[in-house]
């Protein structure tokens, strides 16, 4: 995986995405679930995101800590800010293994007593 933001963009991570029509960028109307898979791949691999907009309110801008050094990508609100979120979460999953062990539900509520 890329260590930085300058081998991430000469992986292609950071290539032109398709465009559609918006008027700002506003987080409020991406796709819950979309979020939901991103933030729990990221995090799930001991990686963080900061979601907020550039200074003038034009683009997303979010913080990606966890591939190297961090660093912020800013996304047009008329390019694809899903596929882009498609292809972060696929950088961690492809990337760097869980920290965090999978556990079966059932004996965890057994461990803690609450079946």
């Known amino acids: 995986m890329a260590k930085n933001r300058t081998e991430s963009v000469a992986k292609g991570f950071n290539r032109p995405r398709p465009r559609k029509e918006t008027i700002g960028a506003d987080w409020g109307m991406v796709p819950a679930e979309k979020l939901q898979e991103t933030i729990s791949a990221v995090t799930l691999r001991g990686g963080a995101?900061?979601?907020?907009?550039?200074?003038?309110?034009?683009?997303?801008?979010?913080?990606?800590?966890?591939?190297?050094?961090?660093?912020?990508?800013?996304?047009?609100?008329?390019?694809?800010?899903?596929?882009?979120?498609?292809?972060?979460?696929?950088?961690?999953?492809?990337?760097?293994?869980?920290?965090?062990?999978?556990?079966?539900?059932?004996e965890a509520r057994k461990a803690v007593g609450t079946t």
């Open 49 to 106: 995101l900061r979601f907020g907009y550039t200074r003038d309110g034009g683009a997303y801008a979010l913080g990606i800590y966890g591939l190297g050094e961090p660093y912020t990508e800013y996304v047009r609100p008329s390019d694809d800010i899903e596929g882009f979120l498609d292809e972060l979460t696929e950088a961690f999953r492809d990337q760097i293994k869980p920290q965090v062990p999978a556990v079966d539900v059932g």
